[in-house]
């Protein structure tokens, strides 16, 4: 085992300071912490059951900002080991996780944790996955390392109202026109953004569950979508309901769920999957029934106008505004962020290239998703930052949201036929994009897995010499 990095003393060398009481209300009592000269290795806690519920600590709080399942359970496990103790087992599912560890001269100790609120907040991620790089490189005294935990949780950055509702806005207004939309079909979709943002937040603060918040939001959308086209607002009511309705597809949901399955976390996965099926059913009943409401009401609306024929530059600076309106949405912040927009552009300008060389629309998605998988990890090398957050940025535009939408339209007219030859081809555009994601990813993280084992060998190989 490789020797660890020597603690810095300034700021870790007080062992035995009192702090405030430990989080999920373990016992406070100081516990003596060996150095790692002492041990030949790692530093080496007398209290396992401390180090476990610290690591699974963090694993929460990673959980709930929307980190991945295997990045969960890999930092549980490398906190773990950078303290000495190689036998420990992590399973991880959406809002639940199961620890244990098993120390040489003790019993075996167990943690359960239930993460009831799970957001997507990209920053934590961020800042908790360089959290856990520092305390596997350091390996500060494990009450020291819960006080930087809780400075780290203190540092996490959050949009306030006003610029959250700007994201809203840009998403819809930007999909508006990336869709075939005019400007008017952007300010108006901008409006129905709003108003799903004011249904998610007030949901939220009532802790509705995500089907009652996704049928809300649908409904309040494609209602007010109608209703303005009808009051002359707006030119295509189908355009503006797209460019809102981006904001409540699980597409990303769709591609984490097929992610952990082929990563072998199978319960994970139809865990994931089943809340993909259950928003889309939300989406499409509140949809339809705004649909048939607003019929009742207004009429039908003769005829929508033909969409625009924008140009590849105007549908890659249509999607990039409602990329950085996603990136407030999921609270991007920092330097990245122009990473992330040139990422969505990469993504757009990919796929459509392909369809014009003649390959065939999954196909192309599918590259599309490849080359954003790739961008992604390679940015998150450079950048020494989770690959999640170039991803899910080069993603949104190969979201198919308008073939969700003619979907559910389609359902609303009762013409069976025509939603599901829609219904399928959407479904099979989402799953090219998934499978380019995870051919990619997969393929960086054997690259990863054969470096390690590389370097191992090599680090023997030196020992046995010696």
């Known amino acids: 085992m490789k020797k660890a990095k020597k603690t810095n003393k300034s700021e870790f060398s007080n062992k035995n300071t009192p702090t405030a009481e430990a989080p999920f209300g373990v016992s406070t009592a100081v516990h003596s912490v060996e150095s790692a000269d002492s041990k030949g290795g790692n530093a080496a806690v007398t209290n396992p059951e401390e180090l476990l519920d610290f690591a699974v600590a963090v694993a929460v709080r990673l959980q709930s900002c929307g980190a991945e399942t295997y990045r969960v359970e890999e930092t549980v496990v490398r906190i773990i080991e950078a303290y000495g103790i190689d036998k420990s ?21 167990s943690k359960i944790r239930r993460v009831k609120n799970i957001d997507t907040v990209l920053d934590g991620v961020e800042l908790y996955s360089a959290f856990c790089r520092r305390i596997c490189a350091e390996t500060p005294p494990v009450r020291q390392a819960r006080q930087l935990l809780r400075e780290t949780e203190k540092s996490i950055r959050k949009y306030k109202l006003p610029i959250a509702y700007l994201g809203y806005f840009l998403i819809a207004a930007g999909f508006a ?35 009652f918040k996704t049928f809300v939001g649908g409904f309040v959308l ?26 409540l597809v699980p597409g990303f949901l769709f591609t984490n769920s097929l992610r952990d399955i082929i990563y072998g976390d199978t319960l994970s996965g139809i865990n994931r999957l089943v809340q993909v099926v259950i928003i ?32 590849l530059a105007v549908q890659c600076i249509a999607g990039m505004v409602g990329t950085l309106g996603f990136g407030l949405y999921l609270n991007m912040h920092g ?42 990890e390679i940015m998150a090398r450079i950048r020494k930052f989770p690959a999640i957050a170039y991803l899910m940025a080069a993603l949104v535009p190969l979201i198919p949201g308008a073939g969700l939408y003619y979907t559910m339209d389609f359902i609303s007219r009762s013409q069976m036929n025509e939603a599901w030859a829609k219904g399928s081809a959407t479904a099979a555009i989402a799953g090219a ?14 690259w990863g897995v054969y470096k390690k084992k590389r370097a ?7 020992t046995d010499n010696r």
Request: glycine share 12%; net charge negative; proline share 3%.
């Open 89 to 109: 087992d992590v399973f991880v599912i959406p809002g639940s996780i199961f620890a244990g560890l098993e120390d040489e001269n003790g019993p075996v100790y």
């Open 456 to 462: 191992a060998a090599k680090c023997g190989a030196q």
């Open 433 to 446: 994009v998934a499978v380019g994601v995870l051919l990619v990813s997969t393929a960086f993280r054997m």
């Open 280 to 311: 889309a059913i939300a989406l499409v009943v509140g949809t339809s029934a705004a649909f048939g409401l607003s019929r009742q009401i207004f009429g039908t609306i003769a005829g929508s106008p033909q969409l625009v024929e924008h140009s």
């Open 177 to 211: 026109v990336f869709f075939g939309g005019t400007l008017r079909d952007a300010l108006g979709s901008g409006l129905c953004g709003i108003a799903v943002g004011l249904c998610i937040q007030g949901m939220g603060f009532l802790h509705a569950n995500p089907f």
């Open 335 to 376: 330097s990245g962020i122009p990473y992330c927009l040139v990422g969505s552009i990469i993504s757009w300008v990919v796929c459509c290239l392909c369809m014009r060389a003649g390959i065939g629309e999954a196909t192309s998605y599918l590259i599309a998703a490849a080359v954003s998988s790739a961008y992604a």
């Open 222 to 247: 494609a209602f007010a979508a109608y209703s303005l086209t009808v009051l002359g607002l707006c030119d295509n009511a189908d355009v503006v309901s797209i460019g809102a309705i981006m904001i």
